[in-house]
């Protein structure tokens, strides 16, 4: 899909990059030329991600262990990718924490727990790297994993789905501020890609996972190359006039759940005769 070298000597920042839609991405930047820094909380899931990457495309993996919860921690992994790498050209925000839960039994620790990640976390990030290129006056491009329920709002997920909703507003208030210092910022929304770790957590049995296949439009599930297609793309250079925009991807889920009259797909062909002259 792209030239291999659409991301030559980018040096790009994934959060949560050692696993999952993270790891999918962190990859494919490489395989596109970038430099990858992965962070995560631990230390031995980033090396076994790093030795990975390293036999499959040479040492262009550095990895850093920290907690986006603590802004201080942020700071000081931001300040050393600075020292010991000259900075960073790209930043992507996809670390999460989600649980399925009915919001009536969750307790305020429990809705800090998915907030401080992924609101206050991203915010961290963000304005850590913002503030050194800005001072820098070094164009730069930010990307952050949202979702489609950013914008709906979704039962059993709210702490995810305000925190969601919270990053999508800083994606289009810094696009307004540091566009013209030559800094865009863009979301992704996308629907169900499988992970392990997302799944063993959303997914509670088979028969979810199939009704939620089945609605749809498609018909299936995300595959990770199309997603991080997609992130390649928005964080390249090639998409240097988008800025502030986000981009579902999501096979028509949302819509679907959100059309009026979706629910006469359970018609049959002989109900479908009898509505015509009705
Ligand atoms: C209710 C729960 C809970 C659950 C934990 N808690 N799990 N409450 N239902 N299922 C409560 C605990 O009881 C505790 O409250 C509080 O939350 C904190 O629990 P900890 O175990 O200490 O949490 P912590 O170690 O901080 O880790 C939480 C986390 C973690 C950050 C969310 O699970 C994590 O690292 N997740 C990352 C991976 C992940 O979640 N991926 C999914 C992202 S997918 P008390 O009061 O008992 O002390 C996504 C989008 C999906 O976001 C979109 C699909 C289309």
Request: with cysteine; proline share 4%.
């Given at each position: ?12 920042l ?30 031995a ?20 262990a ?22 960073l ?5 996809n670390?999460?924490?989600?649980f ?63 925190a ?66 997609l ?38 062909d ?9």
């Open positions: 899909m792209f030239l291999t070298d659409l991301l030559a000597d980018k040096r790009i994934v959060t949560g990059g050692a696993t999952g839609l993270g790891k999918a991405m962190a990859r494919r930047f490489l395989d596109l030329g970038a430099r990858v820094t992965l962070c995560g909380r631990r230390e899931v980033l090396q076994e991600t790093k030795a990975e990457f390293d036999a499959a495309v040479g040492e262009r993996t550095a990895v850093h920290c907690d986006l919860r603590d802004p201080e921690a942020v700071e000081a992994m931001v300040a050393a990718i600075w020292a010991d790498q000259g900075g050209d790209i930043l992507v925000n670390a999460a924490g989600n399925i839960a009915k919001s009536e039994t969750l307790s305020h620790r429990a809705f800090d727990a998915i907030m401080a990640v992924v609101l206050h976390g991203t915010g961290y990030v963000t304005l850590a790297a913002g503030k050194r290129w800005l001072a820098e006056r070094r164009p730069a491009s930010v990307l952050s994993i949202v979702t489609t329920y950013a914008w709906t709002g979704s039962p059993y997920v709210m702490p995810s789905a305000m969601k909703a919270g990053v999508l507003a800083m994606t289009r208030s810094l696009a307004a501020e540091w566009g013209d210092r030559g800094i865009r910022l863009n979301a992704i929304a996308p629907g169900p890609f499988p992970t392990e770790g997302a799944w063993q957590r959303l997914v509670p049995n088979p028969d979810i996972e199939a009704a939620w296949k089945a609605r749809i439009p498609l018909g299936r599930f995300g595959e990770h190359q199309e997603l991080t297609d992130a390649a793309y928005l964080v390249s250079d090639r998409s240097g006039f988008i800025n502030g925009e986000v981009v579902t991807i999501d096979g028509g889920e949302w819509l679907k759940g959100a059309a009026e009259f979706a629910l006469m797909e359970q018609l049959s002989e109900e479908w005769a009898a509505m015509k002259g009705r």
